[in-house]
T-cell receptor
Framework: DAGVTQSPTHLIKTRGQQVTLRCSPK?????VSWYQQALGQGPQFIFQ???????QRGNFPDRFSGHQFPNYSSELNVNALLLGDSALYLC????????????FGDGTRLSIL | KQEVTQIPAALSVPEGENLVLNCSFT??????LQWFRQDPGKGLTSLLL?????REQTSGRLNASLDKSSGRSTLYIAASQPGDSATYLC?????????????FGQGTELSVKP
């Protein structure tokens, strides 16, 4: 049973560019959340998708956008990249059933030069 | 403001020692609390999930407790091993974020010396 998978594992971009990160949820899960983790910090919630719509959003600018597909997979898009966007981006999946744990992928390490 | 704090930020212990990691949160209206392990450069591995109605959960050498009234949770690791070395993160799902927004602490970096 495959867990949460993310691609790519590493990515290097320059300031001003755009990036797309991808996530496939764990089998049986229908909800995907994205988190940003800066070095030495705890993850910060970006947003969550369910039924192909953004349901909750954290304190991130509009440069951060996402999408969920009918097969529950998801993309995170970041436009006009800044040096401060360098971080580990984590995807978590869960079921809408109450009180189920969220399962995380290994993340995408994004470096901005 | 909903905040989660973990103390200490780092901990070094000799192999075989029992240890306790602490997590505190500012709002007692929580839905559940989850403890994660993170190895360097890796994602998060879920260790234990405690529902708001529970007082503790156990898995092998790990035991997590929850005291909502005092806003605290502890993760107890028995007979620590070098393989336990990692960063441990506490995450709270507050009642008003039932949709799934986890609030994380900064983590405790644990080093178990052989």
């Amino acid at each position: 049973d495959a867990g949460v998978t993310q691609s790519p594992t590493h990515l290097i971009k320059t300031r001003g560019q755009q990036v797309t990160l991808r996530c496939s949820p764990k089998s049986g899960h229908d909800t995907v959340s994205w988190y940003q983790q800066a070095l030495g910090q705890g993850p910060q919630f970006i947003f969550q998708y369910y039924e192909e719509e953004e349901r909750q959003r954290g304190n991130f600018p509009d440069r951060f956008s996402g999408h969920q597909f009918p097969n529950y997979s998801s993309e995170l898009n970041v436009n006009a990249l800044l040096l401060g966007d360098s971080a580990l981006y984590l995807c978590a999946s869960s079921s809408r059933k109450a009180n189920q744990p969220q399962h995380f992928g290994d993340g995408t390490r994004l470096s901005i030069l | 403001k909903q905040e989660v704090t973990q103390i200490p930020a780092a901990l070094s212990v000799p192999e075989g020692e029992n240890l306790v990691l602490n997590c505190s949160f500012t709002d007692s209206a929580i839905y559940n609390l989850q403890w994660f392990r993170q190895d360097p450069g890796k994602g998060l591995t879920s260790l234990l999930l405690i529902q708001s109605s529970q007082r503790e959960q156990t898995s092998g050498r790990l035991n997590a407790s929850l005291d909502k009234s005092s806003g605290r949770s502890t993760l107890y690791i028995a007979a620590s091993q070098p393989g336990d070395s990692a960063t441990y993160l506490c995450a709270v799902l507050f009642y008003y974020n039932q949709g799934g927004k986890l609030i994380f602490g900064q983590g405790t970096e644990l080093s178990v010396k052989p």
